[in-house]
């Protein structure tokens, strides 16, 4: 035996404490029948530990994990908080740069009976009243999608000048245009319907929203709305749709999806969020 043995007092016999080289140190291998070293200090009884005044001993602290760490960052227009989505968005539109004159012009798009005018209602009062423009005014019977020298006439150029715009709605039993109607240069506007967001009408836009139902779910919605007496029209109709967005589709440049949820919208970033980028920064 030897004075360094770290397991002294082990006896000799079961000591194989093998020296370090170059060392004076000793490292034990002892004897799996050596005895195990007595712990010097003296264990609680069960007893000790239950009585009274006794303290438990401390949990052991564990690591707090950050609430944001591993978060993914969204874009706002995935966000939803105590305002709701809507307000939300009404305030990003109220924060955009005007597009055309002084109005922030906002689109509503995507197919028939998607919900375009339902949303754009109820986006209008989250901004307080803003002015909205429905596309089936602009539209007749024999020009379902010709409509753009009416808007850009009747609407873009006096917005453009920030003048008030005036309008004649088509009136859809008569078939004929009626008298014309006031639509203010409000800071916000909106337009909504199948073709808001054509390619002649993106360059004056602050954004342009789409509601993200299907071609089919959509149709099948607006016949059940409209009944069998507008059987006929939605018979011409789809495949006028179809021809036009395949010609000018406008979904691909959407800055937001707009999705139906069970109480609110869910708003989503659309495949065009860097276009909107890049034509705020045109403006600016």
């Known amino acids: 035996m030897h004075d360094k043995c770290p397991l002294w007092p082990v006896p000799q016999p079961f000591c194989q404490c093998s020296r370090l080289p170059g060392t004076d140190q000793y ?4 004897l799996a029948s050596a005895p195990r070293r007595a712990d010097p200090r003296p264990r609680p009884t069960r007893a000790a530990a239950r009585a009274p005044g006794r303290t438990a001993p401390p949990a052991p602290s564990r690591r707090i994990r950050p609430p944001y760490a591993g978060a993914v960052r969204q874009d706002p227009a995935h966000q939803s908080g105590p305002a709701g989505p809507l307000p939300r968005l009404a305030a990003e539109l109220r924060a955009a740069p005007p597009s055309l004159g002084p109005v922030r012009l906002v689109a509503v798009d995507g197919h028939a009976g998607s919900g375009k005018t339902t949303f754009a209602g109820r986006l209008a009062e989250a901004l307080g009243g803003a002015p909205v423009l429905h596309l089936d005014d602009l539209a007749s019977h024999e020009e379902l999608f010709a409509w753009t020298a009416r808007l850009r006439t009747q609407v873009l150029a006096p917005f453009s000048r920030g003048e008030e715009a005036r309008y004649r709605p088509y009136d859809w039993r008569r078939r004929a245009f009626g008298p014309a109607r006031p639509l203010p240069a409000a800071p916000v506007v909106l337009i909504e319907g199948v073709g808001a967001g054509r390619r002649a009408v993106r360059p004056v836009l602050a954004r342009l929203l789409w509601m993200d139902v299907p071609a089919l779910t959509a149709h099948l919605r607006g016949e059940r709305r409209d009944g069998p007496e507008q059987a006929a029209f939605w018979r011409g109709w789809v495949p006028a749709e ?15 999806l707009v999705r139906h949820g069970a109480a609110e919208p869910a708003l989503l970033s659309g495949p065009g969020r860097g276009h909107l980028d890049r034509r705020a920064g045109d403006r600016g």
């Not at 490292?27 to 002892?30: A, D, L, M, V």
């Not at 179809?242 to 937001?256: K, L, M, Q, V």
């Open 242 to 256: 179809r021809r036009h967005f395949a010609s000018d589709p406008s979904r691909p440049f959407a800055d937001t």
């Open 27 to 30: 490292w034990p291998e002892p």
